[in-house]
Nanobody, 123 residues
Framework: VQLQAFGGGLVQAGGSLRLSCAASGRTFTRYAMGWFRQAPGKEREFVAAISWSGGFAKYADSVKGRFTISRDNAKNTVYLQMNSLKPEDTGVYYC?????????????????WGQGTQVTVSS
């Protein structure tokens, strides 16, 4: 599975962005999909994940109620809708694919990673 994330940009605090992650390969529907982010000087952290069917989603506490993860298996694409953005949401956002259920997948268990897209939220 090859992943390509896009949709990042510069936005003011309180604004919105939608990230997309396009996957290649016929086995996309086998994988749980996750979004992670990495701020300068910090470790990559979990943001959100969704099951292969789209029926289950998991969020980091810091983004609950503001971000929504979704997927369209017909288009081999996963999305991250980000609303009410804060400066602390700034970072490079990566999508990832892993076999298993998102509630049990740790960062190291994701097998495939996209190249990342920069999100900058100005105050």
């Amino acid at each position: 599975v090859q992943l390509q994330a896009f949709g990042g940009g510069l936005v003011q605090a309180g604004g919105s962005l939608r990230l997309s992650c396009a996957a290649s390969g016929r086995t996309f529907t086998r994988y749980a999909m996750g979004w992670f982010r990495q701020a300068p000087g910090k470790e990559r952290e979990f943001v959100a994940a969704i099951s292969w069917s789209g029926g289950f989603a998991k969020y980091a506490d810091s983004v609950k109620g503001r971000f929504t993860i979704s997927r369209d298996n017909a288009k081999n694409t996963v999305y991250l809708q980000m609303n009410s953005l804060k400066p602390e949401d700034t970072g490079v956002y990566y999508c990832a694919a892993g076999l298993g259920t998102p509630e049990h997948l740790s960062r190291s268990q994701y097998d495939y990673w996209g190249q990342g897209t920069q999100v900058t939220v100005s105050s």
